[in-house]
């Protein structure tokens, strides 16, 4: 079966020229290539990733948020990477972040809500572990938070993945000014970043 196989894909190749046959193998390492992999240095984890997102170092702050490991962070953990949609402007930022914490209050605190928070009705698969999952949502001064969380303790590990989409609002710009992204698109990209998620051998 296999040898009837290879006689098949090289008899399609015969109708066409070498170079087509060859640029869809092209296609697939191009594929590949567009893929960054981010390895925690103390956590067993990697995350997979667009390379067309901007990876975003050093110290973030927004209206909302102080730019921690996590959001309504009162224990300290550690910010392991936090990305940033590439069409993202000062109407619009799009953010995915991933934070982690061994500390003791923060592992016992891990699955609470922030304040104002929803929770999600049921748990959500990332990596093979279920997370707990919120919305939450703030405004103010014309700025604006839409946030998705999600929170799961593993072998005594706090993680924290965090969707943000936060601006502020375009109507008060002279002339009015259009954000980049809707927040539903944006949230949508979001998620499938959470895809790349995964645990290693520890």
């Known amino acids: 079966m296999p040898r009837l196989s290879l006689t ?26 567009a893929k960054e992999t981010f390895r925690a ?27 921690g490991w996590q959001l309504s962070s009162d224990a300290p953990g550690d910010r392991l990477l936090l990305l940033e949609l590439p069409e993202s402007d000062d109407v619009a930022t799009a953010l995915w972040r991933l934070g982690a914490s061994r500390d003791a209050k923060a592992v016992a605190n891990c699955l609470s809500l922030p304040a104002n928070a929803q ?8 990596a093979g572990e279920a997370f707990t999952g919120f919305t939450l949502g703030d405004a103010g001064m014309s700025h604006f938070q839409n946030a998705e969380g999600y929170r799961a303790v593993v072998n005594d590990t706090c993680y924290a993945i965090d969707l943000i989409v936060e601006g502020t609002n375009g109507k008060v710009y002279d002339p009015p000014r259009q954000p980049p992204f809707s927040s539903d698109e944006a949230m949508e990209r979001l998620r499938a970043i959470s895809d790349g998620l995964s645990f290693t051998a520890s």
């Open 119 to 126: 929770a999600m009705p049921s748990k959500t698969t990332l």
């Open 8 to 33: 098949l894909a090289l008899t399609l190749c015969a109708g066409v020229t070498l170079s087509a046959c060859q640029q869809r193998d092209d296609s697939n390492q191009d594929t590949d290539a």
């Open 41 to 67: 240095a103390s956590y067993p984890l990697e995350v997979r990733y667009d390379a067309s997102l901007t990876r975003v170092d050093g110290e973030v702050s927004g209206y909302f948020d102080n730019g």
